[in-house]
């Protein structure tokens, strides 16, 4: 059924005649790129680093404008890099605990680790995940 994105073979309460057009689920899931598959990546990586699902968060101060979550577990420790620059940019999140040892886990292509901090090439719609198995703070 067209008027109901395929979402349902039920008959919507509202026409979406006059809403943008969607991929449907069908597409969504065979597009490598589209919204749903990026959230079905965040969910796997969600339920695969318990310092993401458990963890204390700490705001990380990063060079430009970006938004740098710290998350740390006993077990495990995470950094989110979420870009806000539309074009591609290197940023720069300058941390002493941040060096050897993370491994990357989500659009891990660009990146290098120093002994003060980590530099990461993102542009916007795009994340970075970076996971080191045990906390910074012994």
Not at 61 to 88: F, G, M
């Amino acid at each position: 059924n067209p008027g109901n994105s395929e979402f349902s073979a039920a008959e919507p309460w509202t026409g979406s005649e006059d809403q943008p057009a969607y991929a449907s689920v069908q597409e969504q899931l065979e597009d490598g790129d589209s919204l749903l598959s990026w959230y079905k990546v965040l969910i796997e990586q969600r339920n695969t680093h318990v310092a993401l699902r458990r963890g204390a968060a700490e705001w990380l101060s990063v060079e430009p404008d970006a938004v740098a979550l710290l998350r740390e577990s006993p077990d495990e420790s995470c950094i989110i890099l979420v870009p806000l620059a539309e074009e591609e940019t290197v940023y720069h999140i300058e941390d002493s605990r941040i060096g050897e040892g993370w491994i990357p886990q989500i659009q891990s292509e660009a990146f290098e680790l120093k002994p003060t901090g980590a530099t990461l090439t993102a542009k916007g719609g795009s994340a970075r995940l970076l996971c080191k198995p045990g906390s910074l703070n012994p």
